[in-house]
């Protein structure tokens, strides 16, 4: 049971100010200034004391890029216009006015270091730029995962707002082109533009003081309170620093921490708390319900749960699962996260029905069991656990347990197929090393006992229909989290007809505490300014909550976003002096190498770490420690169902606990901070498997021909489809026996992706102490092929647990990547666009009603890599002011490949209409490929092209023109056959599609209608009104006035959809009735 939850809190204006109407397209700000027009009130009087002769210089300054704007640059020119000196208390006054906006503080020298002092004078760019400069400055890199720099400091001034410039250069008219200096209209405008926003600042304390008061005075008070210090003898407190009585001089431990509740109501008197607390919701704790198991655990396995485990009782829903096991039943346990699932198969392996395993074992003591994860590191933490567990159990300390998956030695699998009575493993290895070598692995599988399937609810889309046929011949118990429809799925995963749920919980659950943080204005009077940076709000919650000794997770969407916060947090906690804390935060993310891997996961098992920043690689059931709060940077990818599983992480122990959803500026997130009720209240949707797809089926009769020949009674485990598909595709003999196909052999699982994973790799390479007494190369990751291409590159930073690196050289023969290690304060990222082009029609299908046709076909996907961007840090803690400082071209070829996929054109009529009516069709057509999506069950393993803002809202007209098309295709490697399921369905999804867009009630576009979560721009480019307006133009329904009227856009923008041409038809193609 939850309390009432609250809104806002710390604020008594209503609920989400200035968050009610999110800006979700870049050029949208004009009822932002009507707003704020109508603000505008009779300015009182100004004292003499407020004039001064500041904000012209700063603007000067600010208009050269090449210029740092350090104090002393600033005051030289200050002075000489004052005819008098300029103290540090003026411009602190000056920060007291306008805190948000002005930066006066210390910075390390070397992060206004951006330009080499070696660059020549000609203005041409080089292609090849000397890296060796970054490599004499490198550092060490032997300690690579605790370095920390004690950096010189000088004093900056800067205002922190959006101005910029334009560059005269070859790619003009490029979005991002990087910061110059500003033409002398442009600092007239910025010198205006400031000299306003110090105008209301004033206005504003002349208006807020009380009468008989010397405003002059309040405001000398507060500067004092914006002096900077020096870092070395700073004195006021940052978030990870002790409090002002001396408190967190020292981290808590765990037992000694506060409780939640105290530390959210100390978050609430923090300087830096701004009302960022939308909303709030706390569910009460609850108590566990235990049973008692008839027969019970002998004597020997309830000493071994009590001394490995702790564990005394067994909780309701265990008994029923076990007991059902016992009677020989398949079961699937779906309940809470940190419910005590794992217990469940760990104990039912030691406990057979009447007879403790125990006594089987010695009767028959080639009995195996394989437990299966969808991670490397929940097996990890999962065999650990059991190997307590039969080492604290007489007569069973002999049970070898061992784990077998990719990073299992080679040297080592046959000692472990040969003599392991319980392996660990996933189902990539049982796919391609287990099954179709049956020959070598004959003594597990002749005696296996029992099959543990974990984290269920994981197998679904493509990798879902593949694992239903990879384990369709055994029998086993599963554990998922909270899901609608358990049996259901359990079902269609394993072919299993007879399944047992159970589904109530009955272990105890600790206060929760559930926060939606919204990241406050940069300047509360200037909306344009946008929002204070997520990131830089996410790792100074961080930071205070491990001053407190609470233990956190923060969760990142991407792996760049995961080691950017790590960044942020060794500069953060270095600067706060918090280096006890510092040693104790890791990033974990896919892609590290397998010692670094282990090396962490080990740290967070044991408890060690206090802090850890990942990607959804930990968002499964891995007990890392006891996590007492979950940071949650931005909406995630998977939706509701990671967001809950995500937000389990924390108080898996009974304990209270914290969960902080931090929102992006994306929509998604913007409404969710509207109607936070929804991350709570709403269901999640069913997980879908499809297991009527002839290209998974026949792949996979590839694969189980080859463990053993197939004949006409396999059907029952394959489908009614397995005969058609076996006569067709596969070899027959005399005797009726269906075998593997030649062009599958000699091994068919090669050719079979469960995950649609790439094998080719780039190897990420530390030479920095290559050729220094000792030094050596070190491996620091592997790279996809696909993300390869936007991440490696000459010139690049690459971010390793928070530390940067250069590449400094790449061999695409060998695929290797060569890295300096440099403490550099930009980042760099490619700029990039996806083309996805119609080649070939192989079937039309006709669209009920509608003269209009859906169409499947060959496809091919384009990535263009163009440029590459230099952009520098943040400056401060919590403000993305990054500032773009320099393009680079890139001559990397395109990637290109050919797939299947389907598409609507959008007739000529309804493009014409819309362009008359002032709609953008590039946003319409984005959203409507969404709605499509988002009532398509299987669009996980599904994408379109999606709307990049850089392009659309260009301010010069783009070469780039696209088709007035909606396209999906099937990414590389997965080959499940989505594609044509979503073309066969076609007019079921449009017209699903088209009612939930209609009938929803949110204004511009929610993750219910037109916003997908996964969408890799943001959903920048997008509107509701506009999408209903092509799906109804599909469907052949009338196009009302009003909602012409609703979709017009006043901004101008140049065209960047154009009439789509009809695509070649294959030879023999005819229209199919629906």
């Known amino acids: 049971m939850s309390t009432i939850p609250r809104k806002r809190v710390g604020d008594c204006t209503p609920s989400n100010p200035g968050g009610s109407n999110p800006t979700k397209k870049p050029r949208a700000t004009k009822a932002q200034k009507t707003k704020k027009a109508q603000k505008q009130e009779e300015a009182p009087e100004w004292p003499e004391y407020f004039h001064h002769s500041l904000n012209t210089v700063l603007a000067f300054c600010s208009s050269r890029k090449n210029l740092a704007i350090t104090f002393p640059v600033v005051r030289t020119s200050v002075e000489a216009l004052l005819h008098g000196p300029l103290e540090l208390e003026k411009v602190a006054e000056f920060k007291a006015l306008l805190p948000e906006t002005v930066k006066f503080a210390y910075t390390p020298r070397d992060e206004l270091k951006i330009h080499s002092t070696q660059q020549g004078s000609s203005s041409r760019r080089e292609r090849s730029p000397d890296f060796s400069a970054f490599q004499n400055s490198a550092k060490s890199s032997a300690s690579r995962v605790n370095d920390v720099d004690l950096d010189e400091h000088v004093l900056v001034l800067d205002f922190i707002d959006n101005s910029r410039g334009k560059k005269p250069s070859s790619n003009a008219g490029f979005a991002y082109a990087p910061l110059p200096a500003l033409t002398p209209a442009a600092t007239k405008k910025l010198v205006e533009r400031r000299n306003g926003r110090f105008v209301e600042a004033v206005n504003e304390l002349l208006r807020a003081t ?94 071994a749960l009590r001394d490995s485990r702790k564990i005394t009782s067994l909780y309701t829903h265990q008994v029923a699962a076990i007991q059902a096991l016992s009677r020989s039943q398949h079961v699937i346990v779906s309940t809470s996260t940190a419910s005590g699932k794992s217990v469940i198969y760990q104990v039912s392996l030691l406990f057979n029905g009447q007879v403790p395993l125990l006594c089987f074992l010695q009767a028959e003591p080639q009995s195996t069991a394989i437990f299966i994860y969808p991670t490397k590191a929940l097996a990890q933490d ?56 049956e020959d070598t692995w004959r003594r597990f599988l002749k005696n296996l006992k029992l099959v543990a399937v974990d984290e269920l609810h994981y197998y679904h889309g493509t990798f879902g229909r593949s694992k239903s046929l990879a384990d369709h011949r055994v029998r086993f ?115 590290y190498s397998q010692e670094d891997r282990r090396r962490i996961e080990r740290e967070a098992f044991s408890g060690n770490l206090l802090g850890i920043v990942a990607t959804n690689a930990l968002e499964l059931g891995v007990d890392i420690g006891v996590l007492d709060a979950v940071l949650m940077l931005g909406f995630p990818m998977g939706g509701l169902a990671s967001f809950r599983q995500q937000a389990g992480r924390a108080g898996r122990r009974a304990r209270d606990a914290l969960t902080v959803y931090i929102a992006d500026t994306l929509p998604i997130d913007q409404h969710y901070i509207n109607n936070p009720e929804q991350l709570f209240d709403r269901g999640t949707d069913d997980l879908v498997v499809d297991l009527d797809s002839k290209i998974v089926i026949e792949a996979h009769l590839q694969c189980a021909a080859h463990e053993m020949p197939l004949t006409d009674e396999d059907e029952q485990y394959f489908g009614p489809n397995m005969k058609e598909i076996c006569e067709a595709k596969l070899h027959k003999d005399r005797e009726g026996w269906y075998h593997t196909h030649h062009r599958y052999l000699p091994y068919p699982s090669k050719h079979v992706s469960l995950r649609g994973i790439e094998d080719e790799k780039y190897s990420v390479v530390d030479v920095t102490r290559v050729g220094r007494p000792g030094g050596n190369a070190v491996m620091l990751e592997e790279v996809e092929l696909s993300r390869a291409l936007f991440e490696i590159y000459e010139g690049a930073v690459f971010i390793h647990q928070g530390l940067t690196f250069i590449i400094q050289e790449v061999s695409h ?46 496809e091919r996907h384009v990535d263009f890599v163009v440029i590459y961007l230099l952009s520098v840090l943040p400056s401060s803690p919590g403000v993305d002011n990054r500032a773009i400082i320099d393009s680079v071209d890139l001559d990397t070829p395109p990637w290109q490949r050919e797939t299947v996929g389907m598409w609507f054109d959008v007739p000529k009529s309804v493009l014409d209409l819309m362009r008359d009516a002032g709609i953008n069709p590039a946003e319409a057509i984005h959203s409507a490929q969404h709605a499509y999506l988002n009532r398509y069950p299987l669009a996980a393993d599904l994408r379109t092209e999606c709307k990049v803002p850089e392009k659309e809202y260009k301010a010069t007209e783009s070469a780039r023109k696209r088709p007035a098309r909606l396209i999906f295709y099937e990414p590389t490697g997965k080959g499940g056959g989505v594609a044509v399921k979503a073309f066969d369905h076609t007019n079921d999804i449009l017209r699903d599609a088209h009612d939930r867009v209609e009938s929803c009630e949110c204004k511009d576009g929610c993750a219910a209608c037109v916003d997908s979560p996964s969408c890799k721009e943001g959903n920048a480019v997008s509107s509701k009104a506009g999408a209903l307006i092509v799906l109804k133009a599909l469907l052949n329904r009338p196009i009302d006035v009003d909602l012409l009227a609703h979709a017009a856009d006043s901004n101008d923008a140049y065209e960047t959809v154009v009439e789509a041409i009809q695509v070649r038809t294959a030879e023999g193609v005819a229209v199919e009735p629906t």
Request: aromatic share 6%.
């Open 477 to 591: 118990v599963s554990c998922s989290a909270t899901i609608s429809k358990p049996g259901e799925h359990m079902r269609h995963l394993s072919g299993i007809h007879q399944v047992e749920e159970v589904t109530e919980d009955g272990a105890p659950a600790g206060r929760k505490d559930f926060l939606v943080w919204d990241p406050p204005l940069k300047d509360p009077m200037d909306e344009s300014m946008g929002k204070v940076s997520s990131v830089g709000e996410a790792t100074q919650l961080m930071r205070f909550l491990m001053a407190r000794g609470v233990r956190v997770i923060l969760f990142c969407k991407i792996r760049k976003s995961c080691e950017m916060a790590m960044k942020a947090l060794r500069q953060e906690l270095s600067a706060d002096g918090r280096l006890d804390i510092l040693e104790r935060v890791m990033s974990y993310r896919g892609g």
């Open 813 to 858: 023969d060998s695929k290797i990547a060569k890295l300096v290690r440099s403490d550099v304060n930009w980042t760099t990222e490619p700029r990039d666009f996806t083309n996805i082009d119609a080649l070939q029609t192989y079937r039309i299908r006709e669209i009920k009603d509608s003269p209009h046709r859906a169409f499947y076909g060959r």
């Open 382 to 437: 999962q065999r650990t656990a059991l190997e307590q567990l039969l080492y604290s159990c007489p007569g069973l300390q002999h049970i070898k347990v061992a784990t077998y998956d990719g990073d299992t030695p080679q040297e080592l699998r046959p000692v472990i197929r040969e003599s392991a009575s319980v392996i660990f493993t996933n189902f990539d290895m049982l796919h391609a090393s287990i099954l179709p070598h």
């Open 210 to 303: 009380p009468e008989g008061d010397d405003p002059v005075a309040l405001l000398q008070a507060a500067a004092r309170d914006q002096l900077p210090v020096h870092p070395n003898t700073r004195l006021v407190p940052g978030a990870s620093q002790p409090t002002s009585t001396g408190q967190y001089k020292t981290v808590p431990a765990p037992e000694e921490r506060p409780s939640i509740d105290q530390v959210v109501e100390e978050l609430l008197q923090q300087e830096w708390y701004r009302q960022q607390i939308a909303y709030q919701r706390t569910f009460d704790a609850k108590e566990g319900h235990i049973a008692s198991l008839d027969p019970p655990l002998s004597d020997e396995i309830a000493q």
